[in-house]
């Protein structure tokens, strides 16, 4: 923008203002290499596509192999942790019969030394 003078040359003006160029006419050799090259790359996203989508598809297989695998997993686990209470269980009880096993060993010891004491000395 010429200030001084107040004048606006083209060059200054933004794009949206400054007149339209005509058309060029395309080559037609080119116009016919930039369609193939266009039809390349289409051809080119649609092998991409097709191999993204055949990934999400495996990949989808196995997620739902491995939820299976878990669900497994997760049934097993509570059957081991069941298990594991019900031989736990079995331990105490175990252990209170080996407890009652050898008070009544001691008992019985006393027992027997009470009846020999006796059988020594009679009354």
Do not use: W
Not at 43 to 53: H, K
Not at 55 to 84: D, P, V, W, Y
């Amino acid at each position: 923008i010429n200030a001084e003078y107040g004048q606006v040359k083209l060059e200054d003006l933004p794009d949206a203002l400054t007149p339209e160029k005509p058309a060029t006419v395309e080559d037609p050799v080119a116009a016919v290499n930039r369609e193939s090259h266009l039809q390349s790359e289409l051809e080119l996203e649609r092998v991409r596509y097709d191999e993204s989508a055949a990934a999400l598809i495996r990949n989808q297989e196995e997620l739902r192999k491995r939820e299976l695998k878990i669900g497994t997993l997760e049934k097993e686990n509570e059957h081991m942790k069941k298990k594991i209470a019900d031989l736990e269980e079995e331990l105490r009880r175990f252990q209170q019969v080996s407890s009652d096993n050898q008070r009544l060993r001691d008992e019985n010891a006393a027992l027997i030394r009470v009846i020999g004491k006796l059988s020594r000395n009679p009354l």
